[in-house]
């Protein structure tokens, strides 16, 4: 009897050895939280090269549904200068884009931080959001909160719904552009924990952004989903034709 307890007991624990050592181990890195100071050096070590007279000139294809609304043009992005918002230094990008015969140009605003690259949200509830984390490892995910825009259609209001932001990493991406061949960090954007309520009353600009980022060069390339309404179609393409950077150092 005592044997066969014996017994019984060794092959309980080869099966719980077993398992634990076949089981998959969580090999992504979740982080989440604000940066603790904006970088003193903005041009070296950086996933977007900050300093006055730079440039980034690129190609992009927008195709929301057929044919007839492919949309060919050209976006040009331009360090003017600084700024200090809410007694931080922002630098500020003029944004043209030209889809022939028409340009727009709009302003946005950008710093590298100990911990990545912000942008400063000036008309919605997001205020300051990371938008590439640097440094960053393989398989790395970064957790934010993050409003989403609503539309109301039957009563015509505006509203934000509160969403997680989840921002994948990838690096050593290898891409060959008009610019050049670089080596990227790859950044997926997608949502989740949001409700999106009544799709026949509401609307949801709801997508799924990838960024490809080189260090020392900037934004290499980006794509866009359509998730709601298009299945996951790729409704954007956007990569590097040329650029201009003072001080350009290349790793």
């Known amino acids: 009897m005592k044997l066969m307890l014996m017994l019984i007991l060794i092959l309980c624990l080869t099966v719980i ?21 904006i970088k003193e050096d903005q041009v070296n070590v950086v996933l977007l090269p900050l ?19 492919i949309m060919y043009g050209y976006d040009t992005l331009t360090v003017d200068g600084d700024s200090l918002i809410n007694n931080e230094k922002f630098f500020i990008l003029s944004n043209a884009r030209c889809i022939s015969p028409v340009c727009l140009d ?7 931080t100990d911990n990545g690259v912000w942008f400063s949200d000036l008309f919605t509830y997001n205020s300051n959001y990371l938008e590439v984390k640097y440094p960053a490892n393989d398989n ?15 009563d015509t209001t505006y509203n934000y719904i509160k969403a997680e932001r989840l921002l994948k990493i ?44 080189a260090v020392n060069v900037g934004k290499i ?16 393409k956007e990569k590097l034709m040329t650029y201009y950077l003072k001080e350009y150092k290349l790793y």
């Open 51 to 69: 300093k006055t007279g730079n440039y980034w000139v690129y190609m992009f294809v927008f195709d929301t549904t057929d044919e007839n609304t």
């Open 140 to 154: 790395e995910i970064y957790y934010s909160e993050y409003y989403k825009w609503l539309f109301h259609s039957h």
């Open 221 to 236: 390339k980006e794509e866009i989903y359509h998730i709601t309404y298009f299945n996951g179609k790729e409704i954007k």
């Open 17 to 37: 050895a077993c398992n634990e050592s076949t089981n998959p181990v969580e090999d992504k890195i979740k982080t989440s939280g604000s940066y603790t100071e």
């Open 106 to 112: 709009y302003k946005i605003f950008f710093t590298n």
């Open 170 to 213: 990838e690096t050593n991406q290898y891409l060959e552009v008009e610019a050049g061949t670089f080596s990227c960090y790859k950044f997926t954007e997608s949502y989740s924990k949001f409700k999106l309520y009544d799709l026949i009353n509401d609307t949801l600009s709801y997508f799924q952004s990838v960024y490809y980022y």
